[in-house]
């Protein structure tokens, strides 16, 4: 079975400052992996994917994701927060054990960024 | 080509009412799912359609919740008989025709919110 866990509820950064999100996984797969970003009131946005090329993944808005086989994890980094990156983050994974689409969610990371 | 569209946006309904959520997958795409979002918590998925189709409804509750994908028309979440607990966020996301050996994105469309009264 797959599964996801992120590590923080919540995190608080102030501008300009890096920005970082931990996602562990769980897989009994090679897994796939994703980070959506849901503003408020709004859909999710895909932010990145991890399908098993290369580790290091670049997403959209400077965003990027680093898979470590060894460690179990995907977590999501930016060099520079930017006020408008203030929103909910979620880290997925595929459940090849279930339909093909079937994407299971994370609890989210809410983050704030302070002026 | 206009994303994945919900309606309505916002939905408030008294305990025991019907309510009928929609959505049109984006142009292309054959498979609908959709999630269902409470307060604090990630997306479950519930349920896992194609045209005319349902793959898997293995989220959905076995009572009052039902989906269709016609072959004509919106995917349909229906909850019968609603009551406080199915007060939350139901997104839908559509995907194209899944081929062997790729890894489908699932596009999200803006979610209705239910809130039940």
């Known amino acids: 079975a797959q599964s996801v866990t992120q590590l923080d509820s919540h995190v608080s950064v102030s501008e300009g400052t890096p920005v970082l999100l931990r996602c562990n996984y769980s897989?009994?797969?090679?897994?796939?992996l994703f980070w959506y970003v849901q503003h408020p009131n709004k859909g999710l946005q895909l932010l990145l994917k991890?399908?098993?090329?290369?580790?290091l993944v670049k997403g959209i808005n400077g965003f990027e994701a680093e898979f470590k086989k060894s460690e179990t994890s995907f977590h999501l980094t930016k060099p520079s927060a930017h006020m408008s990156d203030a929103a909910e983050y979620f880290c997925?994974?595929?459940?090849?054990?279930?339909?093909?689409?079937?994407?299971?969610f994370g609890k989210g990371t809410k983050l704030s960024v302070k002026p | 080509n206009a994303g994945v569209m919900q309606n309505p946006r916002h939905l408030v309904r008294r305990r025991g009412q019907e309510a009928r959520l929609r959505c049109s997958p984006m142009?292309?795409?054959?498979?609908v799912y959709w999630y269902r979002q409470l307060p604090e918590e990630g997306l479950k998925f519930m349920v896992y359609?194609?045209?005319?189709?349902?793959?898997?409804e293995s989220g959905m509750p076995k009572e009052r919740f039902s989906a269709e994908f016609p072959k004509e028309g919106p995917s349909i979440l229906r909850i019968q008989q609603v009551v406080r607990g199915d007060s939350a966020a139901y997104f839908c996301?559509?995907?194209?025709?899944?081929?062997?050996?790729?890894?489908?994105?699932?596009?999200f469309g803006q979610g209705t919110r239910l809130t039940v009264v």
């Open positions: 996301a559509s995907s194209p025709r899944y081929r062997e050996g790729l890894n489908t994105e699932a596009f």
């Open positions: 897989s009994s797969y090679s897994p796939s």
């Open positions: 991890y399908t098993s090329a290369a580790t």
């Open positions: 997925v994974v595929l459940n090849y054990g279930g339909s093909q689409g079937n994407l299971i």
């Open positions: 142009k292309g795409h054959s498979h």
């Open positions: 359609l194609q045209k005319e189709n349902i793959i898997d």
